[in-house]
């Protein structure tokens, strides 16, 4: 007998079982947030900038003697990176992210009073300042993310997930902004996240103590799939 092809799916269907997975995993990880250390959003778009190619522990082991020499924009606008640097040397590339922070806190009391502007144009002109790092300000400090932010983790779960085939990482954030709502983007973002860093690692994906391990379609084969931390 000619085996049944599987039965494809409308693109509702697809939108609809994301979400439904998407809920669950907001159940697995009801803490997920941002765990870059902050108290405003001066401290969390510096943080970020420092966080590129680096861990959040890393990043948090720094900030706090940094915020408490430049609690603000204009204190931090007044240092220079040589003053900088000693403060931030255990991270990756500190030198050139001590020039952008410097350059960045200038910026913002020189275009924006000092204060963190709230649309993705004004910043991404800000030095060290991407698409990935825009919207984990505008979700994190502000609600109102213009995309979703695809880390290593996003891209690896939703590729392994099924949500998406695109390797890219812009052309992961499209397909996700299509298939979840826009309220949430952010949330989403943080679940996948936690999710990544204490279930679906990249090397040992944890695949038995998994809660959508039923709907995943990389579930016990899951290390073939999805990107490895080896080429994040
Ligand atoms: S079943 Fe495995 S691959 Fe799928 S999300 Fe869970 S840990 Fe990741």
């Given at each position: 007998?000619?085996?049944?092809?599987?039965?494809?799916?409308?693109?509702?269907?697809?939108?609809?079982?994301?979400?439904?997975?998407?809920?669950?995993?907001?159940a697995i990880h009801p803490?997920?947030?941002c765990e870059l250390v902050h108290r405003n959003p001066f401290e969390l778009i510096v943080?970020?900038?420092?966080?590129?190619?680096?861990?959040?522990?890393?990043?948090?082991?720094?900030?706090?003697?940094?915020?408490?020499?430049?609690?603000?924009?204009?204190?931090?606008?007044?240092?220079?990176?040589l003053d900088v640097e000693p403060l931030v040397s255990t991270i990756?590339?500190?030198?050139?992210?001590?020039?952008?922070?410097?350059?960045?806190?200038?910026?913002?009391?020189?275009?924006h009073g000092g204060q963190v502007p709230k649309s993705l144009g004004q910043l991404v002109e800000l030095p060290g300042v991407g698409r990935k790092t825009a919207n984990v300000v505008l979700g994190v400090a502000f609600g109102a993310?213009?995309?979703?932010?695809?880390?290593?983790?996003?891209?690896?779960?939703?590729?392994?997930?099924?949500?998406?085939?695109?390797?890219?990482?812009?052309?992961?954030e499209i397909a996700l902004c299509k298939l979840l709502p826009r309220d949430y983007w952010d949330r989403?973002?943080?679940?996948?996240?936690?999710?990544?860093?204490?279930?679906?690692?990249?090397?040992?994906?944890?695949?038995d103590?998994?809660?959508?391990a039923d709907v995943c379609p990389s579930a016990g084969r899951a290390v073939n799939v999805g990107r490895k931390a080896g080429r994040a």
């Open positions: 007998m000619t085996p049944t092809p599987p039965k494809r799916i409308t693109a509702n269907e697809a939108k609809g079982r994301a979400v439904e997975t998407l809920h669950r995993l907001f803490d997920a947030h943080a970020t900038v420092l966080s590129a190619q680096t861990t959040d522990v890393a990043v948090n082991k720094a900030t706090p003697a940094l915020f408490a020499k430049y609690p603000t924009a204009q204190a931090l606008a007044k240092a220079t990176p990756g590339m500190y030198r050139q992210k001590s020039k952008n922070i410097v350059k960045l806190a200038s910026m913002l009391v020189e275009m993310p213009e995309g979703v932010v695809v880390d290593t983790h996003v891209m690896r779960i939703s590729q392994r997930l099924g949500w998406t085939k695109e390797t890219d990482a812009g052309a992961i989403a973002s943080h679940t996948l996240v936690f999710h990544g860093r204490r279930i679906c690692g990249a090397v040992k994906p944890q695949c103590k998994c809660g959508v």
